[in-house]
């Protein structure tokens, strides 16, 4: 099976513009997570949806929000951009419902950098 | 809010050495997982533990899992050049409902050929 995808791998934007991160589960898993990476914060929970719906949402201003398609694929954006926003944005396909026992599969990311 | 904190945050090691990773919960986990990041790459899942007291082996990797589900172990045998990267514990709300999982800062390992 294919991995998980993602798409820009990079991005370069400057402040106060928006973006919008794109993530292709591995065929068959209908939950996607999305992460944030940076060195000094570490891996941060952004939020995660299955079926369409946001199951559960980090500690994240509402700036970033996303979505999930009926293909499971899912998008997110980032408005109102900060430099504080460059970091790798990581998603993760999971076979299970977020019940949390459930192993994450990582696309290689999308480095965002702001400027 | 619930955090997961791992020490030490870096270890260098000479090849043949071994080399143990701990990871500490603030509140009981439901279970916990061990991701490894190579340089430059994204987290790759290792192994998930869900029993108290569980001792798993993949080859030269032991993942222990505490008695009271709120720490959790690595232990690399004779590292390799190849185990260089840095090595992820996370584990979800004990709540359980959640697909949410909260990572560890993680522990960088360096391997001297």
């Known amino acids: ?8 791998r990079y991005l370069i934007k400057t402040r106060g513009q928006q973006v919008t991160l794109s993530c292709s589960p591995i065929s068959g898993h209908r939950s996607v997570s999305w ?10 929970f952004l939020f995660e949806y299955f079926s369409e719906t946001q199951r559960n949402k980090g500690n994240f201003p509402g700036r970033f929000s996303g979505r999930q398609f009926s293909n499971s694929r899912s998008e997110m954006n980032v408005s109102t951009l900060e430099l504080g926003d460059s970091a790798l944005y990581l998603c993760a396909s999971s076979p299970r419902v977020g019940d949390g026992a459930s192993e994450q599969y990582f696309g290689p990311g999308t480095r965002l950098t702001v400027t | 809010g619930q955090q997961v904190m791992q020490i030490p945050q870096y ?4 090849e043949g050495e071994d080399f143990t990773t701990y990871c500490n919960s603030s509140t009981t986990l439901s279970n916990i997982q061990w991701y490894k990041q190579r340089p430059g790459g994204h987290p790759v899942f290792l192994i998930q533990l869900v029993k108290s007291g569980e001792v798993k082996k993949q080859k030269r990797l032991t993942f222990q899992f505490g008695e009271a589900k709120k720490n959790s172990s690595l232990h690399i045998t004779a590292t390799q050049t190849t185990d260089v990267g840095t090595y992820f514990c996370a584990g979800p709300p004990y709540s359980g409902n ?3 999982l909260i990572f560890g800062q993680g522990t960088t390992l360096q391997v001297k050929p």
Do not use: D, E, I
Request: glycine share 16%; proline share 8%.
């Open chain 2, 98 to 100: 959640t697909g949410k």
């Open chain 1, 1 to 8: 099976k294919a991995g998980v995808t993602q798409t820009p």
């Open chain 1, 35 to 44: 992460y944030q990476q940076t060195p000094g914060q570490g891996l941060q």
């Open chain 2, 11 to 14: 270890q260098h090691v000479q």
